[in-house]
């Protein structure tokens, strides 16, 4: 067997199982599964251009185009899609089926439209534009809908053809309960809708994570991340280019949310185009440049989005200033997709929401993006010497640290770092290993994270008795505050990864309890931090309730 045949056979296969999941799987039976097809990318065929725009009101869908359409009770609206056998895959060999992934958003719906619902009936035979219920349908729900129809194809040595030409495509508005079609009296005002057909990929995705972490909040901002975005980077040799336009933040007020969630949980295009507070793709000027100027001076309305090295990973967090305080918001992440020759502007993948809120007072003050510790993205005691000046607050705490550090640095220069193995401290360490932990802890207990919310795992500060005489001197906080201590598994790194000549040890439970409590805490499985930790987070341990 040839390795060409070998491909064939393999492709056939998962074309198989990706039909037979298809016809037994319901994406809506169980709201915590998201059922996405991976696209077939590398293969270079140039589909359409990435900035094409959606087509509104046509009678045909072409590749990767959604169309936008109006529709009211008593209409039914009409598509024909035109199979390209070739174009299956981004050029991939012939194989003896063609999939089309059909997905679709639903834009607006009047209020008070639970009894209906929106349908597609899809089938090759043309018969289906006037009699729908031949075809195979498919329903919108929360706001999302997806289906696969499948052509099979006519296999030569020299080309490959679709079985059918033709995938015709009707919705129309029926009753929820009797699945008939409504009269024109029945639903008045317009549903606005968007569908799209592929023959690579689904254009509108969701996806069941967050995917997006609150870090922490002020009176005013707040301060998310992705998780580990290295997988969409672009590697060449031994650097890799990160593209920050692939994601983008949408943040709504809790209310204009909960009214979103109740029929557009699933749409990307309802929260695009919804009544948003704020979005990073509406800001101007909205990405970091690390020649810029420092994102904390900026106050007004807006995100701001960097990509950046955070916890042991690359990851892009976003800057959202310019909130109200107590106030409850919910943020919605977006990832663009390609369409086989880039980033597409059209489509897309919806995360679930999460919720942040901001403080009351300014007691804390949120930094991040610090030279020194560049790890440190979270709130620290407001300075009263600097209230209205974030980026002067955060170099202060950086230098603070950095002045701890520099002496260790130069205790460290004494080690034969460049020896042997046999000769080094540590055969799997290095000082490279030890510098790092030493400044990722001197970081965490010289900028303290700061909180109003009173924890049995925090620790009341006055704002004249600090932690070290360095907060009491130059930084002289606004206001009593919580501190979040650091977490002790930062003080294990420390002694495992540093030579013994530094004599470095940690508090232990069994023997000095109250020192350990007063200067340290573990890091608990709660839905708040119980400690603050700074560095590669993998290296963490998650305590249970009960071990400490």
Known sequence: MTVWQLLFVVYCLLATTIQGIFQDFNPFANKNISLKFPSINGWGKNIMAAGQKTIINSDSIYEWTPILSNITGGKKDSFVFTIDAEASGYGFAPTYEVLMFISGNICHMPANSSDIDLTIYYSFNESILDNPNIGQSAVF???YIQALAISPVQSSSSNATSTYSNLYVVTELVNSTTNEPLLSSDALENWEYRLSISENDLVFQWDVRPWVEVLDTDMNSALLSTGNVTADAKVYHNYSIYDPSLYDIYVYSYEDSALLSQNYNLSLCAVKNGPHIVSSQDTPNATVTSNGTSPLERSDLAIQKKITEYGGSVT?????????????????LTKKISNGDGLSSVGGILFSSVYFSTRSTNTCSLIFDLDFCGDVAYSVPASSFSVNNKTLMAQTYDHIAEALYSNFSKALQLISCDADKDASYSPIMSCGDCAEAYRDWVCAVSIPRCSTTSSQYYIHRDKTHNRNDYLNKFIKPLDDYYEILPCIDMCYTLVRNCPSDFDFACPEYETTEDLL???????????YATCNYIGNSSLMKIHLMGDT
């Open 141 to 143: 729900q929360d706001g």
């Open 517 to 527: 409590y007063q200067s340290y805490n573990y890091y608990m499985d709660t839905d």
């Open 316 to 332: 892009e967090m976003f800057y959202i200033t310019g909130l109200n305080a107590s106030t409850t918001y919910v943020a919605y």
